[in-house]
């Protein structure tokens, strides 16, 4: 996110609040599309363009969704470059290779360079965040909606007059089970979705453990569930069909082990060594349903979070800095190094050391992007070390009780 005042971006937590805590901001544009009436915004081809980014879990909501209901010919998209820096997310310029689809400079007005200049066309007084995503009228030049959560439930209904039965009958929020998938979206959101930021963002000790272990709470409580309900002819988290709980779980949960781990130290457990049953669910979704599959893109989250969030990987370079000069300084004590070049190292060789060393050790291309854990998400049958171990010892003592039954009985 970016602001159009004079907050700094990297400001998630305010300076004067010393309680450290990352306290989320409500969306600005809260309007709908609509079949209703005289709407405002009515349902039409081609009229709205979405603006997301591949790293954002909110936008991603917004994709996946927009596949799932057959939406592609209706509203086309564009994705922003994975940087964001002082001005906000930027649009990909012609010369860049960036993955993914849709990664291209302003589809309709070549000279905007940043979202923000979207949101200046629409006001230019206005004040706020550049969020994504984003969903823009054409006709209009007016916001639609920059709040995820309603964005998706737009694309559930309101398109469904103009759309084949197949599309039609997806049915995301269905009647008989809103009331669960309402009460789970409260504790996911609260503490899994924005649980994850509020570790992160953290800016005291006592911020980060507040948020820290009610996710990983929550966690267990969406793996307890998962465990239970889940069967191969059920895998979904609400039994048979894709529900808006797989939609919004999935899109922090995919870039759980990826970034959150480590970047937003959410390093109690990883994903698919820690949560079996999320571990499961997670790569059914990604392996086999294509919205959630061809809507993620590793490069996009890795680099997004590691290099644009500069408040908290602004000193690797310091790190990789006196790092490298404390593992010279072993180095060149070694034995065989004194061995090459016996009790004193030539002023060449220490010369070269120090100076690759300190070469622009501060600047930004010093930022480092974690390369693992890979790969970014493992296949549906196979599993890490630990798991496969976990999971040997499990059925091991089912049997070992199996067994014991039947000798009793």
Request: aromatic residues 12%; glycine residues 4%.
């Amino acid at each position: 996110m970016s602001t159009g005042n004079r907050e700094k971006i990297t400001n998630w937590v305010n300076p004067n609040d010393k309680s450290g805590e990352f306290k989320r901001g409500q969306s600005a544009f809260r309007s709908s599309i609509s079949r209703e009436k005289n709407a405002e915004f009515p349902p039409e081809k081609g009229r709205y363009h979405l603006y997301v980014s591949y790293a954002c879990p909110w936008a991603h909501r917004t994709l996946i969704v927009r596949k799932l209901k057959g939406l592609e010919d209706f509203i086309p998209f564009t994705a922003v470059h994975w940087e964001m820096l002082d001005k906000g997310w930027r649009f990909a310029i012609p010369d860049e290779n960036i993955p993914g689809e849709n990664v291209h400079p302003h589809p309709i007005n070549k000279g905007f360079t940043h979202l923000r200049d979207v949101y200046f066309k629409v006001d230019p007084e206005y004040k706020g965040r550049f969020t994504v995503p984003t969903l823009y009228d054409i006709k209009q030049d007016k916001i639609v909606s920059n709040e995820s959560s309603e964005i998706i439930r737009m694309f559930y209904t309101e398109f469904d007059d103009l759309l084949p039965e197949k599309y039609k009958n997806v049915d995301l929020y269905p009647e008989n089970l809103r009331t669960q998938i309402d009460e789970t979206n409260e504790w996911t959101y609260n503490d899994i979705n924005n649980g994850v930021y509020k570790s992160g963002f953290a800016t005291t000790q006592s911020a980060y453990e507040k948020a820290v272990h009610p996710l990983f709470t929550s966690l267990s409580r969406a793996e307890a569930h998962l465990a239970q309900t889940t069967t191969p002819d059920a895998p979904y988290y609400f039994g048979t069909h894709i529900t808006e709980a797989d939609v919004r779980l999935y899109t922090t949960i995919v870039r759980f082990d990826p970034v959150y781990v480590q970047h937003f130290k959410c390093n109690i457990r990883d994903i698919r060594s820690g949560f079996p049953a999320l571990h499961k669910w997670l790569r059914k979704l990604y392996w086999d349903v294509e919205a959630f599959g061809s809507t993620t893109q590793f490069e996009h989250i890795k680099k997004h979070y590691t290099k644009s969030h500069k408040q908290i990987n602004q000193f690797v370079s310091v790190f990789w800095f006196f790092g490298f000069i404390r593992c010279a300084a072993v180095v060149l004590c070694h034995p065989l190094m004194r061995r090459c070049y016996g009790s004193t190292i030539p002023m060449e060789a220490s010369g070269r050391i120090f100076e690759s060393s300190v070469a622009n050790p501060f600047g930004q291309s010093q930022s480092i992007t974690p390369v693992g854990p890979l790969p970014d998400i493992l296949p549906k049958d196979e599993e890490v070390p630990s798991a496969t171990a976990a999971l040997r010892s499990t059925n091991e003592e089912s049997g070992q009780k199996m067994d014991a039954e039947s000798m009793a009985l």
